[in-house]
């Protein structure tokens, strides 16, 4: 596993990390953000299956910039994975009437409550 020092800033200790993390979860909480789970990169499971269960299952299938087919493919999300150690996943509920349309009004919504919490 190969680490980019000009990409990635490691915290130094483990207080920076709970500092963090409890600043995202201050800021995450206007953005419905309810829990963070810090965890591994290691520990995430990237599948071949995955676009083909949503390419054969969603009838929404190729109308989201941010699902398949316009994500990146397995192979690229694992490559970007193993330049991290650590990632947090966000949980919550967002409402936004316009998920599945593909325009600028979704990509506001979408990008002001990602950019917002981190």
């Known amino acids: 596993m190969q680490h980019n020092a000009k990409k990635v ?3 130094k200790n ?3 990390e709970k500092d963090t993390i409890e600043e995202i979860r201050r800021l995450g909480k206007k953005y419905n953000i309810n829990e963070i789970i810090p965890l591994s ?3 995430i499971c990237v ?3 995955v676009r083909l269960k949503c390419k054969y299952g ?3 299938y190729g109308t989201s910039w941010c699902c ?3 994500t990146p493919a397995p192979e690229k999300t694992q490559a970007f994975l193993n330049e991290y150690k650590k990632a947090v996943m966000l949980c919550g509920t967002i409402t936004n009437g316009h998920f599945y349309r593909d325009n600028q009004k979704k ?4 990008i002001n409550t990602w ?3 981190v």
């Open 9 to 11: 800033y490691p915290l």
């Open 14 to 16: 483990n207080r920076k």
């Open 41 to 43: 990169t290691c520990d």
């Open 47 to 49: 599948a071949q299956w």
């Open 58 to 60: 969603c009838n929404k």
């Open 68 to 70: 398949p087919p316009e």
């Open 107 to 110: 990509r506001r919504i979408q």
């Open 115 to 117: 950019k917002g919490t």
